[in-house]
């Protein structure tokens, strides 16, 4: 993506669940947006909600049958 992309458009963060909470409660950060269960996704959006943060989720759906 480096090659096709400016620098800063696109950004990738990951790390062992410890970063996460930091960055969706950070007062300077304004958009959230997550990949991943949809158990984290509740949790980054609740996170989010208490500061009004833009939120876009990709959620894993589990097929129960």
């Known amino acids: 993506a480096q090659s096709i992309f400016p620098p800063g458009v696109l950004q990738v963060v990951a790390d062992d669940g410890t970063l996460g909470p930091h960055l969706?409660?950070?007062?300077?950060?304004q958009q959230i947006s997550f990949t991943g269960s949809t158990a984290?996704?509740?949790?980054?959006?609740?996170?989010?909600a208490k500061t009004m943060k833009?939120?876009?989720l990709e959620l894993s759906v589990?097929?129960?049958?």
């Open 62 to 65: 589990t097929n129960s049958s």
């Open 54 to 56: 833009k939120v876009t």
């Open 24 to 29: 969706v409660n950070h007062p300077g950060i």
């Open 40 to 48: 984290t996704g509740k949790k980054v959006m609740e996170a989010a």
